[in-house]
């Protein structure tokens, strides 16, 4: 499928702008499923100013979706229609400062703030090395994993919105609960400051890597998945319901329900965007019908449903 290209339009709407804008990119080397149809623009700015230049200057009409690492992520098979921005490299730069703090631009990897943090002798950060993508997923999704979440050590978050305005906010201002944060919608996570407490470098090494160890012995971390399908309902585990439904290695196609960890879905190879999403409907509808709960979707799925 091919959107009509806007991009000349975008250019002379924007004489000022410095980042990249491709038309009809693909999107499938965007996630790690590595599927799905085109995106009719992307937008990958410079830095924050870019950003917000750009959204300025976009027509409100043109949905606008944002990228990071792509790693909870399922573009369909039509594509998207709009603008997708990838938060490249002018935004994934991680510092430290005083006061055991940590602040990460919202492209940065997970894993990049917990080395920065183990290193400085930073501890309570470590969990970030169990999450497979972006600081500006985590505050999204208030991301996290072995006992610690993006709440816990969130000092503030900045963004900007779609009309290109810069916004902040505070830990008690982002509404965190569990694996969701009520900022609205479009805004545009770019950075983050956290805060953890005084560790030893040794200590907090040898933990992230009792974390690495950990999901390579338990999570198909090297295939191509969209990490956690379902957020665990109150009080019970997805992976478990997935499993007594019977769905552990059910296949459609060249996608499956992982055998090692049945909460995750895999691409084998050439498995389409519908067939990934439709597998994940035929494992939601088995454990409806053999427990009663009602499984809600923790990957992001987006786009047009090829016809």
């Given at each position: ?124 950060l470590s969990f970030l090395r169990g999450i497979p993508g972006a600081v500006g997923g985590a505050l999204r999704m208030n991301g996290g994993a072995y006992g610690g979440e993006t709440k816990d050590v969130l000092v503030e978050a900045k963004g900007v919105t779609r009309t290109g305005e810069a916004v902040s906010f505070t ?137």
């Amino acid at each position: 499928m091919m959107f009509a290209d806007i991009v000349p339009d975008l250019k002379a709407r924007m004489p000022e702008l410095r980042g990249k804008l491709e038309t009809n990119a693909p999107a499938a080397p965007l996630s790690w499923f590595r599927t799905g149809g085109p995106a009719q623009v992307l937008f990958t700015p410079v830095d924050t100013d870019d950003l917000a230049y750009f959204l300025r200057r976009l027509d409100r009409s043109v949905p606008v979706l944002v990228v990071g690492l792509g790693s909870n992520l399922l573009v369909r098979d039509g594509g998207w229609e709009g603008v997708m921005i990838r938060l490249g490299k002018g935004f994934a730069e991680v510092s430290v400062e005083a006061g055991h703090r940590v602040r990460a631009g919202a492209g940065a990897p997970d894993v990049k703030v917990a080395r920065a943090a183990a290193e400085a002798g930073i501890a309570g950060l470590s969990f970030l090395r169990g999450i497979p993508g972006a600081v500006g997923g985590a505050l999204r999704m208030n991301g996290g994993a072995y006992g610690g979440e993006t709440k816990d050590v969130l000092v503030e978050a900045k963004g900007v919105t779609r009309t290109g305005e810069a916004v902040s906010f505070t830990n008690a201002q982002m509404g965190f609960t569990y694996r969701h944060s009520s900022v609205p919608d479009d805004v545009i996570f770019t950075e983050a400051l956290f805060e953890g407490r005084p560790g030893n470098p040794d200590e907090i090494l040898a933990e992230m890597n009792a974390i690495t160890e950990a999901r390579s012995s338990t999570q198909p971390v090297n295939t191509r998945t969209g990490g956690s399908t379902f957020k665990n309902p109150p009080g019970r585990k997805a992976w478990e319901l997935v499993d007594a439904a019977g769905c552990r290695g059910l296949r459609i196609g060249d996608a499956q329900v992982s055998e090692m960890h049945c909460n995750f879905l895999i691409n084998h190879g050439s498995a389409t965007a519908a067939e990934i999403e439709g597998l994940g409907e035929e494992v939601r509808r088995r454990v409806r019908e053999t427990s009663g709960v009602e499984l809600e979707w923790e990957i992001k799925r987006v786009g047009i449903a090829k016809a």
